[in-house]
C-alpha cells in the first residue's frame, strides 16, 4: 500500500506538470479484475491518469538493453527473503509468497490491489 500512495504522489505531481497527460504503464498480465481495481484506485487518488499496456516480455527486453546501456549485471539480484507473515486471529504462519523461478516470466501480477 506503501508503494501504491508513492505512484499516486507521483502521479498527482505529473498531472501538475505542463508535460501533457500523465499515464502508468503496466504489464500486460493485469487484467480483468485486477485492472479494474487498479482503474478504481487511480480514479480516486490520480485522476486523469491514463493506463497503458504492454507485454511483459517488451518489459523485460527493454530492462536488458538498458541494463546493458548501464554496463549493469545482465540479471538483477534476487529480492531479499520475506519475513514470515502471521494470522491475527491464530498467530499461525501463513503461507509465504514466492517467487518465480530464475528465467521465468510471471503470467499473472502477485499482489492485489485494495
Known sequence: ????????????????????KPFLVVTDA????LKAKLGRFLSGKAAGVEVKT???????????RLRRAFRLPADLPPPPPKAPVTTPAT???????????????????????P
Not at 1 to 20: F, H, I, T
Open 1 to 20: 500500500m506503501k508503494q501504491l500512495e508513492g505512484v499516486s504522489r507521483q502521479l498527482n505531481d505529473a498531472v501538475r506538470a505542463p508535460r501533457g
Open 30 to 33: 493485469v487484467k480483468g479484475p
Open 91 to 113: 498467530g499461525a504462519q501463513a503461507a509465504t509468497p514466492t517467487t518465480p523461478t530464475e528465467g521465468a516470466t510471471p503470467t499473472t501480477p502477485t499482489e492485489e490491489l
Open 54 to 64: 504492454v507485454a511483459e516480455g517488451d518489459i523485460l527486453d527493454a530492462s536488458r
